[in-house]
């Protein structure tokens, strides 16, 4: 069992990335947050915000510009102090081809995901499938879901985009205390580029300006140092975690 630390937001800008080229499958380890009394003693939630906005930008940048054809496209700014200060659906990275093709990949917290292409990329990574009414049931109750398109433009082909789903992480929470992490997933051919690593981010980041403070996840113990590197600890304090399955 792993524990995320209650640093402050602002540390978030200094993480490595952890290459995210593994197939995830069936969890076997919690992760969970330690530290909590962190967020609780912050004076002032206009601050938090502000450093957690700050820190989710500086991170990104960091992580994805590894070429002068990438760009990384900031969205507008607000005042406004909401729950969920990002905006639901802005470009995340923007890379131009040599024939003049621009690809875009879109990062969306809102609109619904097909399940059909959600469905689709678990069978890219390796997943086995689960039955598709309770693959949309599953994000239809999510407490969050941020999701990651490649949109493709070609010279001249305006209005003809090509647009399919690439990434996907969700959350389940008490909208009180807790909150879980799920189903984070990355189509292999953009793996290894930091998308998998923004996604959590967001989700931790979204979770913690809502005064959520407990998270956990599970994890193959193949991709336990991925989550090490996004701030999580395995067993915190001697915490186990526990499953229960039915005997038939």
Known sequence: MLTL???PPSSFSSFSIAPFDVNYQVCSQLFVPGNLNYWSAR????LKNFQLKAGFWESIK???VKNNTTQVIDPPTTDEEDEEPLPQEFVLVEKSEPDGTIEQIIFSSGGDIDVYDLQALCD????????LP??????KNSYM?????SVRKSPGSEGNEQKRLIGMARATSDHAFNATIWDVLVDPG?????LGKSLVEKLIR?????????????????VVEFYRNLGFEPDPEGIKGMFWYPKY
């Not at 890219?124 to 039955?131: E, F, I, S, Y």
């Not at 953009?190 to 930091?194: A, L, M």
């Open 5 to 7: 630390n209650a640093a």
């Open 43 to 46: 004076a002032s939630r206009k």
């Open 62 to 64: 960091s992580g994805l």
């Open 124 to 131: 890219k990574v390796g997943w086995p499938r689960r039955p």
């Open 134 to 139: 309770k693959l949309a049931a599953a994000l």
């Open 145 to 149: 879901v941020a999701s990651l398109y």
């Open 190 to 194: 953009y793996q290894g580029q930091g």
């Open 206 to 222: 979204a979770l913690l300006q809502r005064d959520i403070g407990n998270i956990t996840l599970f994890a193959d113990s193949q």
